[in-house]
């Protein structure tokens, strides 16, 4: 080989090595910064990722009361249906009764007094789990659409493009 030709390879090579510096000095500020914004959404996504499992917590735990308050709001109108019935066959026992003549009713009258008073206070017992039944399903229904909305903020950290 020539001398020219080794110095042109030379030069072919320290050029190339200055050109691929120049090349890596003018975009590394931008890898940084790109680098730099990757390590901020990822703690981003980890902090929404916690609220999200935080909020799952959250509703399982709503839903497991939620069945308890409509098992006990079954079980009380359950009991109110059989007072009821009680209720009804006493008055029917009355009405018999007062119909024969032969037997004083006065005891039947504060029975169905009582058991009017129970159903009345059952009654009530059945409006309070009512409402709290609904205050529990407006939590749980405002909870699922901040799940929703979680679940679509982590979709489009998770995919910026769409």
Same mark, same amino acid.
């Given at each position: 080989m020539s001398t020219i030709a080794i110095y042109v390879l030379g030069f072919m090579i320290v050029a190339s090595l200055l050109g691929f510096f120049v090349a890596w000095a003018w975009k590394q500020p931008a890898v940084d910064e790109l680098t730099s914004t990757l390590e901020g959404k990822q703690k981003d996504?980890?902090?929404?990722?916690?609220?999200?499992?935080?909020?799952?917590?959250?509703? $399982? @735990?709503?839903?497991? %009361?939620?069945?308890?308050?409509?098992? !006990?709001?079954?079980?009380?109108?359950?009991? *109110? +249906?059989?007072?009821?019935?009680?209720?009804?066959?006493?008055?029917?026992?009355?009405?018999?009764?007062?119909?024969?003549?032969?037997?004083?009713?006065?005891?039947?009258?504060?029975?169905i007094n009582d058991l009017n008073a129970q159903i009345n206070k059952l009654n009530e017992e059945i409006?309070?789990? $009512? @409402?709290?039944?609904? %205050?529990?399903?407006?939590?749980?229904? !405002?909870?699922?659409?901040?799940?929703?909305? *979680? +679940?679509?903020?982590?979709s489009k950290l998770r995919n910026p493009r769409t």
């Open positions: 996504f980890q902090q929404l990722q916690t609220q999200h499992d935080a909020l799952q917590e959250h509703a $399982k @735990k709503v839903e497991k %009361e939620k069945e308890k308050l409509v098992y !006990e709001n079954e079980r009380l109108t359950l009991k *109110l +249906s059989m007072l009821l019935g009680k209720s009804k066959a006493m008055k029917e026992q009355k009405e018999l009764l007062e119909t024969d003549g032969f037997i004083d009713t006065s005891s039947l009258d504060q029975k409006d309070i789990v $009512k @409402k709290e039944s609904l %205050e529990w399903q407006v939590q749980y229904t !405002e909870i699922l659409k901040e799940k929703e909305e *979680l +679940s679509e903020m982590l």
